[in-house]
C-alpha cells in the first residue's frame, strides 16, 4: 500500500504538544523548538517518533484483506522499531509505503506486523522505516490449532529478533546500577494528553470514550501507548541528547501495559556507549509499562 501525505509544521507542533513538550515550562529552550522558531514555523523541529503516525495510518485499508477480520477498537500495540535516514522535515510531500511484514495466529488473537517506508516525494530519499507489531484481539483462531498460521517476509523474524531484544534488556536492567551508568529520572503526568494526542490522527474510541473502553476491558479510556513512547524519548532527547533530537539514530520499545491518562509516568535512562536504555513507569501502580532503547549517532559535547 502506497499514501501520499503532506507534512505541515502545524501537524508537527500539535504532535509534540500532545507528547508533553512545554508541558511544564512554556518557554523551555530545549522544547520550543519543536512548536515555535523566531524565523517561521517552517524552521521548526520534528521529533523522531513522529514518524510513528505514518506506521498505523495504513490499517483501515487493511480492512479488504481476505481473512483478516478485526475489530480496530481492540487493538493493543505490541512493539515498535523506528529507523531515522534523515530528519524529517517540518514541510514536505511524503510517500509512505506501508507492507504486511507479517501475520501469526494466536489463537484468541492474532499479531500483525508492519513495515512502513517514508520517502520524500521530490527526491524519492528514503526518511524513516517503522516496523509496527499489534495485538489484534479475537482475530486469532482462524487456522489449524495444532499448526497455526504464521508468515513473514522479513529475512530475519522481527517478532524473534524483538524478543531477544527485550530479554537482553531485561538483563541489563537487572545489573543496574552496577554496570550501567544511570543518567536521569523524569516525572511527567497530563490528564488531557490522550485527548491532545488523538488530535495527530489516532482517534481510536478507545482512548476518549469511556464505554468503549470498558468494552475493551479498562476501567476508563487508555493512553495511546505511541504516546507514551513519544514521553520517553522527548524526556531523553532533553536529559542525554542536551535537546538535539538529530542525534537519534534508531529507537525501539516494547509495550508492557496500559497506561491511563494523568497517570504519573515516570521515565528512567541508563547510557551504555552510544546506546539509551530506558524504562517507563506507571508511578501510582509502580508498574513498568514501557522498556526499550535508543542508539544515537554520537553524544552530547557535555555527557
Known sequence: MTMMCFL????VAVYALGVGAC????????????VYHENGQQFIKVLPTFSTLFSLRGLPQLSGVPGLKFDKRLLLHGQQYIEIHKPLPSNASLLNKT????????????????ETRSYEKESGELLTLNRTSVFLRGAG?????????????YPVNPASAM???KLNLLQYLRIVPNHLRHVAT?????????LLYRLSGDYNPL?????????AGFSRPILHGLCTLGFAVRAIIKCICRGHPDMVKSIFARFLLHVYPGEALITEMWLEGLR?????KAKERNRAVLLGCIDLHRLAASL
Open 163 to 165: 524478543k531477544s531484544q
Open 23 to 34: 508541558g511544564r515550562n512554556a518557554v523551555d529552550t530545549d522544547e520550543l523548538k519543536y
Open 99 to 114: 507492507t504486511i511484514a507479517g501475520f501469526h495466529d494466536k489463537g484468541k488473537a492474532a499479531i500483525l506486523e508492519l
Open 141 to 153: 483462531g482462524f487456522s489449524d490449532p495444532s499448526k497455526p498460521f504464521t508468515y513473514s517476509n
Open 207 to 215: 482512548h476518549s470514550d469511556p464505554m468503549i473502553a470498558k468494552v
Open 186 to 194: 523524569i516525572l511527567e503526568f497530563y490528564p488531557k494528553s490522550a
Open 8 to 11: 505541515l509544521h502545524r501537524d
Open 276 to 280: 539509551v536504555i530506558y524504562q517507563v
